[in-house]
């Protein structure tokens, strides 16, 4: 254990001496919000973090870059670190503990036991990265279950993600309360990822499009469109004028099943992913209309 910002942080790279302190949290009566993380924060994880500090007694946070989650061909080795600044804005955001696990500390064997979740991981991201969500569900069922009860909270940037997770929780009765947050998005409109720093000056200029073709769909379901296939060739359209951008999928999906949509109604959700260059970058936006 070693103590970071301004001696508000405690760190744990153990498991025991992290799940034993919230457990001491929870003893004295106090709620635990828990936020996972790959580390290299900015301020979409700032935003859960402090959102964890408002709803709970101890907000608490881990740090760990999950190689499950990673096929081979990926930036495991390369994905972006910075543990000294992690703390610091970690303790800033209000956080009490942080889990910083090495690989060999969570993996002690190789790994055996392993959770997947059906249909909803089966499109968008599951269909470009096949092994993507049994190794995130797999990892946060096992930061779930070192945890203990807590509320636990993601962002709505990963909304498949959330989508999985909440579902994880709810169908292995898992005594955490999952929290979706909002996307925090840079001031031309770009969601905050870590990914971010791998975009060269043109593809960083073009990458807004994503969030301006969400918001293109937006505008056009509120004038009257409820045609998917009209709302989908405006995403196609607007990604395919950045010639920094390679469209992977954009698509019209319900809120909750993921499934795609042939009309336009209820409570959906827009999602889109593209490549600049070797960068996969997502987005996404809720669309709530009336049929
Ligand atoms: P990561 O470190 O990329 O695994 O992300 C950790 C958590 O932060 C996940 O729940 C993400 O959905 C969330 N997150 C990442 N970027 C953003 C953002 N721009 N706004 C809100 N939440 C985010």
Same mark, same amino acid.
Request: charged share 20%; aromatic share 6%.
């Given at each position: 254990?070693?103590?970071?910002?301004?001696?508000?942080?405690?760190?744990?790279?153990?498991?025991?001496?992290?799940?034993?302190?919230?457990?001491?949290?929870?003893?004295?009566?106090?709620?635990?919000?828990?936020?996972?993380?790959?580390?290299?924060?900015?301020?979409?994880?700032?935003?859960?973090?402090?959102?964890?500090?408002?709803?709970?007694?101890?907000?608490?946070?881990?740090?760990?870059?999950?190689?499950?989650?990673?096929?081979?061909?990926?930036?495991?080795?390369?994905?972006?670190?910075?543990?000294?600044?992690?703390?610091?804005?970690?303790?800033?955001?209000?956080?009490?503990?942080?889990?910083?696990?090495?690989?060999?500390?969570?993996?002690?064997?190789?790994?055996?036991?392993?959770?997947?979740?059906?249909?909803?991981?089966?499109?968008?991201?599951?269909?470009?990265?096949? #092994?993507?969500?049994?190794?995130?569900?797999?990892?946060?069922?096992?930061?779930?279950?070192?945890?203990?009860?807590?509320?636990?909270?993601?962002?709505?940037?990963?909304?498949?993600?959330?989508?999985?997770?909440?579902?994880?929780?709810?169908?292995?009765?898992?005594?955490?309360?999952?929290?979706?947050?909002?996307?925090?998005?840079?001031?031309?409109?770009?969601?905050?990822?870590?990914?971010?720093?791998?975009?060269?000056?043109?593809?960083?200029?073009?990458?807004?499009?994503?969030?301006?073709?969400?918001?293109?769909?937006?505008?056009?379901?509120?004038?009257?469109?409820?045609?998917?296939?009209?709302?989908?060739?405006?995403?196609?359209?607007?990604?395919?004028?950045?010639? #920094?951008?390679?469209?992977?999928?954009? #698509?019209?999906?319900?809120?909750?099943?993921?499934?795609?949509?042939?009309?336009?109604?209820?409570?959906?959700?827009?999602?889109?992913?593209?490549?600049?260059?070797?960068?996969?970058?997502?987005?996404?936006?809720?669309?709530?209309?009336?049929?």
């Amino acid at each position: 254990m070693a103590e970071h910002g301004s001696g508000r942080v405690e760190v744990h790279e153990t498991v025991a001496g992290f799940r034993a302190a919230l457990e001491e949290v929870r003893r004295s009566g106090r709620t635990v919000g828990f936020v996972p993380t790959m580390g290299y924060l900015h301020d979409g994880h700032v935003s859960l973090m402090r959102e964890a500090a408002v709803q709970n007694d101890v907000a608490v946070a881990s740090i760990f870059v999950n190689p499950l989650q990673f096929a081979a061909s990926e930036d495991l080795s390369t994905y972006p670190r910075d543990l000294a600044r992690d703390l610091e804005l970690s303790g800033e955001a209000g956080v009490r503990h942080v889990l910083h696990p090495d690989v060999r500390e969570m993996y002690p064997e190789p790994v055996l036991t392993t959770v997947s979740v059906a249909t909803i991981t089966r499109l968008f991201e599951g269909a470009a990265r096949p #092994e993507h969500f049994a190794g995130v569900a797999t990892v946060v069922a096992k930061l779930f279950s070192i945890a203990g009860p807590c509320r636990a909270y993601f962002g709505e940037k990963d909304y498949q993600q959330l989508a999985v997770v909440r579902r994880m929780a709810a169908d292995l009765s898992m005594p955490v309360e999952v929290v979706g947050c909002p996307i925090v998005r840079d001031s031309d409109g770009l969601a905050l990822s870590s990914r971010n720093v791998y975009l060269s000056d043109a593809q960083r200029a073009a990458a807004p499009a994503l969030h301006e073709a969400l918001e293109a769909v937006v505008t056009a379901a509120a004038a009257g469109e409820r045609n998917a296939d009209a709302l989908r060739s405006i995403l196609v359209e607007r990604v395919s004028d950045e010639s #920094e951008a390679v469209l992977d999928y954009a #698509e019209v999906v319900d809120a909750l099943t993921l499934e795609p949509a042939s009309v336009i109604g209820g409570e959906q959700r827009v999602l889109l992913a593209a490549h600049f260059g070797s960068t996969r970058l997502l987005d996404n936006v809720a669309l709530v209309t009336h049929h």
